[in-house]
């Protein structure tokens, strides 16, 4: 019998529950100093960015296929120029990374929520979305799950982007095709500014009468998923009608780009994952 996709987030966070999720035992700060602070004994971190800088956690351990889940709350208000970040990667100039990337913008308009995918150095392979809840009021939980098989970007339990492993099919008719399964990859959390281009393309800046900005997180979860089937999610999300609709909806509804796409870009046709 498959199992459904939201049972198997549920284990797999059950498995990663485990395990302290302690921000003392779990990161290191690794720049910024005293603006990431771990408060409340270890269960939350702040990040915060002034004129000055901003700064950046990292994960203690490395992960060769994982489900890994965070809470946060973003910077209220005003947050034009600023960009928080939740992501895995690699080190070197062929490295891997799954990005959730968290776009600030001016008071009352929502933040767009940027995602991409490296693979042996080379990204190019973003899809963008508008949040369908205000994600400075409360704190929300994304997600990745990474195997062998393909990567789910998930907000609050729903699915919102699948990328699949289709080396094997896509290797023989374009070589700079790849898909992350061979570097182990920590997990990276900062909130920086980047008003040359986060917001409308670097038209609004950072408004610095409003600094400090901050951001809070918490209930940071990760769980290697080498002992599970990985191919087991791959089939529960063709098999449960649910999440399957769930990721339709907030495509159609809140997807704003997708590189396949961008004729602009690629006017010669998409790359071939895309077909």
């Not at 399964?181 to 409308?200: F, I, P």
Request: proline residues 4%; charged residues 20%; aromatic residues 12%.
């Amino acid at each position: 019998m498959d199992t459904p996709l939201h049972l198997l987030f549920l284990l797999l966070a059950s498995s990663a529950a485990l395990a302290s999720a302690n921000f003392y035992n779990d990161v290191d700060i690794t720049w910024g100093n005293d603006r990431a602070k771990i408060l409340d004994n270890g269960q939350q971190l702040q990040l915060t960015l002034d004129r000055s800088s901003g700064c950046g956690i990292q994960s203690k351990q490395e992960y060769l296929f994982a489900k890994i889940d965070i809470q946060m709350k973003l910077v209220p208000g005003n947050s034009a120029g600023t960009v928080t970040t939740f992501y895995l990667s690699s080190q070197g100039p062929k490295h891997d990374e799954i990005d959730f990337e968290f776009l600030g913008n001016l008071s009352g308009d929502p933040y767009i929520l940027h995602t991409n995918v490296f693979a042996q150095g080379l990204g190019g392979r973003e899809q963008q979305f508008y949040l369908w809840f205000d994600p400075t009021l409360d704190f929300h939980t994304y997600s990745v799950l990474w195997t062998s098989n393909q990567i789910i970007f998930s907000v609050d339990g729903s699915p919102v982007r699948v990328f699949k492993n289709r080396e094997t099919e896509l290797g023989k008719v374009d070589s700079n095709y790849h898909y992350p399964k061979t570097q182990a990859m920590r997990v990276y959390s900062s909130l920086w500014n980047a008003d040359d281009w986060a917001t409308r393309g670097g038209l609004v800046k950072t408004d610095w009468t409003k600094a400090p900005f901050v951001a809070s997180l918490r209930n940071f979860n990760a769980a290697a998923t080498s002992s599970f089937d990985a191919a087991a999610e791959e089939v529960a999300l063709e098999s449960n009608q649910e999440q399957k609709q769930r990721l339709q909806w907030v495509r159609k509804n809140y997807m704003i780009y997708d590189y396949c796409a961008d004729t602009k870009r690629f006017p010669q046709g998409p790359p071939p994952e895309c077909k």
